[in-house]
């Protein structure tokens, strides 16, 4: 049984929490032990301002920045964020994940267009660059940059990608410091985690290390299996995402969702069954043997517990942490 201590938390979206509830869920993990926090970008919090306020409250717990959309940062954005993290106390290595995210956000929402695997390469590359102290010379559309030197000097910067496709992950195990995968099943991982490995292979790497996001939430009660459904309503027909749904046995569900006409009739569609296999709703029993399943497969553990009825994360992290001091 994989121990609390080895375990990361990604905080989850939460439409109404405001953002002293978010770093509540940093205090929680951090009082009960837990390895490192995440937080990601949506449409709340920016994450690299948020973690600088959570190491100033507590420095002594590990941070990760992102996963951010790969198309909202520039090489040189990177570097000098770590740098200036850096400057302000954080210890290196810092870490931060970039991904593809969904057209809805990056294009519909900023109109920066749709990611591309070259595109995504070409900002490791510049980042590469920028955290190296080097100029950048980089010649690609979605990560141009020419002439950038951080100011800063180099930095230990520790760029992991978010991935869930064949292509994205062979290209996470040429470039990226760690993988980040999301809302797939735990019998899922080990092929996912032989398309990176493959991607390290050819390019005469190590493998880095893959994270699970481990998405939980014990003992849901009927709003939280309302919160779940609408959760999930957003990413049956998301590229990328839909395939690892439907691999998890709810192919006809998001099928269904392709036709659908609104939001509204693809929460319909959501059945229990997803939110137990997808979302991890169940006792704590239930989510412990769900966090163990995903360890077994040697990819390291993020719980992401449900905020939305679950303020600060407490009723599912202290969970999570009980049912391993009981063992």
Sequence with gaps: MVAASNIDVSIGLSAD???????EVARSA?????????????????PLVF??????????????????????RTGPQLAMAAATLRGLGMA?????????????????????????????????RAARQAA??????????QARSHGFVN????????????ALGPRMLHLAGRVADRVALNLCGADQVPELMERVAAGAAEAGRPCPPVTVWVHCCVDPDDDALAWG????????RAPGYRDAIAAQGFRSVVDAADAAGNARTIRGLIPHEMLTAVLGFGTAEQ??????????????????PSLAIDPGGLRTLGAVARTEAGR
């Excluded at 009960?32 to 919090?45: A, Q």
């Excluded at 190296?132 to 559309?141: I, L």
């Design 287 to 304: 989510v412990r043997a769900r966090i163990d399943a995903f360890a077994a497969t040697g990819a390291e553990v993020a719980v992401n």
């Design 17 to 23: 929490l405001p953002v002293s509830g978010f770093l």
């Design 92 to 124: 290196e290595p810092i870490e931060m994940l970039v991904g593809a995210s969904s057209p809805a956000m990056t294009d519909g929402w900023h109109g920066r267009g749709v990611a591309t695997v070259a595109g995504t390469e070409a900002l490791f």
């Design 51 to 72: 973690m600088t306020r959570v190491h100033a409250e507590l420095p002594e717990l590990q941070v990760g920045i992102g996963p951010m959309p790969s198309l909202l």
């Design 151 to 162: 100011g800063l000097g180099p930095v230990d910067l520790r760029l992991g990608l978010a």
């Design 30 to 46: 951090a009082g009960m032990g837990y390895r490192r926090v995440w937080i990601g970008e949506t449409f709340k919090l920016d």
């Design 229 to 236: 459904a609408r959760f999930l309503s957003g990413y049956v």
């Design 132 to 141: 190296a102290g080097e100029r950048t010379d980089v010649d690609h559309p």
